[in-house]
């Protein structure tokens, strides 16, 4: 790109911005314009003139766009008929922008918030540090806080995603540029020498942009489920292992300097998950191999890493038994190696001698061996506590010879990572739809004799037959047992999370997800598999089940049936003693995708929270301690959004300490790729959970019961406009086939789950993540907002003589309420990213003019709508006033994904011709990744 004038650099509301904030914004300015420019002087080189020249007027005329010097349609022409092999190389270029654009956007935030520091300004929300300062104000007792917190935990899940399959040299490459752009922000002139041989900062960049434009972006292939893992994997020495243990041990400092007698957090609060390879709901393409595929290179992952440290610090720690005197218990550690030149060397042999043991754990429980690998003959260890014993054998005796200093850099990091990631590194949750275990489970009976049709049973006889068989140890089949492959295939991948969970220890498998749970059978159903691979037993006083089973809610219709169910399940005697078996603790998943498809924005938002008010009353009456999953993507219509706002937004006693929130799509490398992005996100998500565990952040006192009342009329209002469009409205999935992408996520081979549960082309079957990004992809986000406007507009005006007092109280709600407060900056996130001038264009799409206009007049009007109600309640006539970061990144960046929303309409008007060229369908893919990666959060 070629350098960008400041005209077209100022951001939303310019007009009303200070010469100070001006200035403020101007590094980050100047760091688009330098990496613009040698974007443009790469795609001049590499490409020639005539590319180079053509990437340049689209540029500009899409700013001319945005000030209304031409029309849409003028910039449309400029791309209709344009050959494959120019248009390829202007896609790579806008996409490369909207890559190095995040750099740019990432950087700045880190030199704001040095600045702010550095100015002496009280630390900013969403910081641990702020946290402090709060419980600090609170003055709360230590019982409460141990109370609170017992068996904390925060878990960020790590999820597959088709759009965030970047191959690791792009992924290698970005990281290379971030480094360099943050030593240019400390104002360095020249790189570390040791990472890019002392070169001067630009020439390197330049390297480093050559060498992203060069490398392809996506894989020719279908992407397969180990990409995925591998993708997911990534994040760990990328960030996770620096970031992890050190948040971990400074939360516990820090809370038990508050209150020394609680011992609180004796289990690390930070520790990750991950969904990939275990999530099989609706992925044939989740096998047995799959399954310990993903555990076993989780598994290596983690002890390729502490074979590296270990080895680090046999370096580090040098001292010699002439000058220090150890401790008795580090010397008869070392005393197990026998090596003459490390005679006078305790710790080195030390040392040794962990990596000899952790070399015979690792050829006893890995797939695959990593490297720094020493054979002494030595046992292994057969479980994380013993590695840690060791490494606190050699912290204690480092600090009894007044070494704390060595003790608390490299040693005490790799003791805090044992601890956390221990042989298994992260949880991989199992997850099936509960119609799956239904048929499953049904084989079984039918098999084993014990009975013909327990699909035909209703819901109390289901309940009563599976406890029964639950309550004994006779296994159902035998090994004669003839299954069907559906069969034969889910009991394998039960066998393989049971193999994981002896060999890696409990954690490598600690839950199994029920999708569409929608009865106290759903949850019976998986544990009978549970039980026939060993993973379950409740026939004894002492039941065992180191799995815990997790109901899913998620519809609309779920989400209000949960607490119900839940206490149906507790009631069950059975059930009742597998939970006090796993101390009473029982966690539940709540679904925002399925139940934004299902009814609307601001219905769905709303299920949830009612959800949570009853699971939690629930919970409080049968004494469980109740941990609720979060199922959010990284779109706001799939429960996205800041994360701090959204955990503090959560009712009263939700949190509890613990929460778990899965983690998807482009908002994964937005926050986790570097160390420092990770730390700030990470920190987030642990200052939110302390607040809302030991603070009173609702907001409402007394009035909660009328606000609710407001929002129990509002979300049956919306939920009433959504369905009418969606559900009713005659043509409405060809629409959505028509004017989306959809129908190519599914067959351009983006991701390895196919787009629909079930071979149906109906919107209930349809998996949220395609929904999600197809609505993104062509600007329209209506599952982040349809339906909301109309509500409001509806409940405010059905009393006209009363408008201004019904104005009044959705303010008032909006000022008071975290969880309204949140619903309506979220939607206005997404309302500032729609573009309808552009979904028209998508629009066009829809050969039946007639169809086309009473769907697309529909969107139209209520957008309009939607965004006037907005103003009304906040009394902000800018949409993004409580969001300064996205208002400069929504103008800055949005003129350079006008091109890509026009070509990938062209080229999927060319797709759907016939015209089958493999460039065009790689174009295709193309525009999706470049959109994706602007837009940061489209699925």
Request: one cysteine or more; proline letters at 5%.
């Amino acid at each position: 790109m070629a350098e960008v004038s400041d005209a077209v650099l100022e951001p939303v509301g310019a007009v009303q911005r200070t010469r100070v904030g001006r200035q403020a914004t101007e590094p980050m300015r100047e760091d688009i314009r330098l990496l613009g420019a040698i974007l443009g002087d790469t795609v001049r080189e590499q490409n020639g003139d005539e590319v180079f020249e053509l990437v340049e007027r689209a540029r500009v005329e899409s700013f001319r766009l945005r000030r209304s010097e031409i029309e849409r349609a003028d910039l449309a022409r400029m791309f209709s008929g344009l050959d494959i092999h120019l248009a390829i190389p202007v896609i790579r270029a806008f996409t490369h922008f909207a890559l190095l654009a995040n750099v740019a956007e990432d950087i700045h935030r880190e030199r704001r918030r040095a600045i702010h520091v550095a100015a002496g300004e009280p630390p900013q929300d969403s910081s641990l540090a702020a946290t402090y300062r709060k419980l600090d104000a609170a003055d709360i007792d230590s019982a409460t806080v141990a109370a609170a917190l017992a068996d904390a935990l925060v878990s960020p899940v790590i999820t597959a995603h088709p759009t965030e399959t970047r191959r690791r040299t792009v992924f290698a490459t970005q990281h290379r540029i971030t480094e360099l752009m943050r030593l240019r922000a400390a104002g360095r002139g020249d790189t570390d020498s040791a990472c890019f041989g002392g070169r001067a900062i630009e020439p390197e960049l330049r390297r480093q942009v050559l060498t992203l434009w060069q490398t392809a972006l996506v894989r020719l292939s279908r992407l397969q489920i180990s990409d995925e893992i591998e993708v997911g994997l990534r994040y760990y020495p990328a960030a996770f292992f620096d970031v992890i243990p050190k948040i971990n041990a400074e939360v516990r400092e820090a809370l038990r300097a508050r209150w020394p007698d609680s011992n609180l957090l004796c289990e690390p609060i930070l520790r990750p998950g991950s969904w990939i390879g275990g999530d099989r709901d609706g992925n044939p393409n989740v096998t047995a191999d799959v399954v310990r595929l993903a555990t076993g290179s989780a598994a290596y992952t983690a002890l390729a890493h502490y074979f590296a440290e270990l080895t680090a610090l046999e370096q580090e720690l040098s001292m010699s038994a002439r000058l220090v005197t150890v401790s008795p218990e580090l010397a008869a550690l070392a005393d197990a190696c026998h090596e003459p030149a490390r005679a006078d060397e305790p710790y080195r042999r030390a040392l040794r001698v962990i990596r000899a043991r952790l070399t015979t754990t690792a050829a006893a429980i890995l797939d695959r061996q990593p490297a720094q690998q020493l054979e002494l003959g030595l046992p292994r260890y057969v479980t994380p506590g013993e590695l840690r014993a060791d490494l606190d054998t050699i912290d204690v005796s480092l600090r009894r010879h007044g070494s704390a200093l060595l003790a608390e850099h490299r040693l005490a990091a790799l003791r805090e990572a044992v601890h956390v990631f221990g042989f298994h590194l992260c949880g991989l949750d199992l997850r099936q739809n509960s119609d799956v275990h239904e048929e499953v489970v049904a084989e079984l009976l039918a098999w084993s004799g014990v009975h013909p049709d327990y699909s035909s049973l209703p819901e109390d006889q289901r309940v009563t037959l599976l406890a029964g068989e639950l309550g004994t140890r006779r296994p159902l089949l035998s090994d004669r047992a003839q299954l069907s492959g559906l069969a034969r295939r889910e009991l394998d991948i039960v066998a393989a999370a049971a193999r994981a969970v002896a060999v890696y220890g409990p954690q490598a498998v600690p839950n199994y997800v029920v999708s569409m749970c929608r009865s106290v059978s759903d949850v019976l159903e998986p544990a009978i598999l549970l039980k026939e691979v060993g993973l379950l037993d409740a026939s004894g006083a002492r039941p065992y089940c180191p799995v815990g089973i997790v109901p899913l809610f998620e519809t609309i219709d779920d989400l209000y049936s949960g607490a119900s169910i839940l206490q149906a399940m507790l009631d069950l005697p059975l059930y009742r003693a597998l939970v006090r078996a796993r101390g009473e603790s029982q966690e539940v998943m709540l679904g925002y995708s399925d139940s934004n498809k299902d009814g609307g924005y601001l219905a769905s938002n709303w299920a949830v929270y009612r959800a949570e008010l009853a699971l939690v009353e629930t919970a409080r009456r049968t004494g469980i301690r109740l941990r609720l999953f979060h199922g959010r993507g990284g779109t706001v219509g799939r429960g996205g959004g800041p994360s701090y706002e959204a955990i503090l937004a959560q009712p009263p006693g939700a949190v509890n300490g613990s929460l778990r929130l899965t983690e998807q799509g482009e908002v994964i490398a937005a926050k986790y790729a570097e160390p420092e992005l990770a730390r700030r996100n990470l920190e987030t998500l642990v200052a939110a959970t302390l607040e809302a565990t030991l603070l009173d952040v609702e907001g409402l006192g007394d009035d909660a019961a009328p606000a609710y009342e407001v929002l129990d009329d509002l979300a049956a209002r919306a939920q009433r406009v959504y369905a009418e469009l969606v559900h009713e409205t005659a043509g409405f999935v060809d629409y959505f086939l028509a004017s989306t992408p959809v129908s190519e996520i599914g067959s351009l081979n983006i991701g390895s789950r196919p787009t629909s549960r079930k071979p149906t082309t109906s919107i209930a079957d349809l998996r949220a993540i395609p929904w999600v990004l197809a609505w993104s992809q062509c600007r329209v986000m209506l599952p982040g907002w349809y339906g909301t406007g109309s509500a409001f507009e509806q409940w405010v005006a059905e009393r006209s003589d009363r408008e201004k007092a019904r104005l009044d109280v959705l303010h008032d709600l909006y000022r008071r309420w975290p969880f309204f407060r949140t619903v309506l900056s979220n939607m206005a996130q997404v309302l500032a990213k729609t573009d309808l001038g552009l979904a028209a264009r998508y629009a066009e799409l829809v050969s039946d003019e007639s169809l086309r206009h009473r769907v697309f007049d529909k969107i139209v009007d209520e957008h309009q709508r939607t965004i006037t109600m907005h103003r009304l309640i906040t009394r902000q006539d800018d949409l993004l006033a409580d969001n300064p970061a996205l208002a400069r990144s929504v103008f800055n960046r949005f003129p350079y994904l006008e091109p890509l929303n026009h070509l990938q309409v062209e080229l999927l008007r060319r797709y759907r011709r016939g015209d089958n060229d493999e460039l065009v369908q790689r174009g295709i893919l193309l525009t999706m990744n470049g959109l994706a990666s602007a837009l940061r959060n489209s699925g």
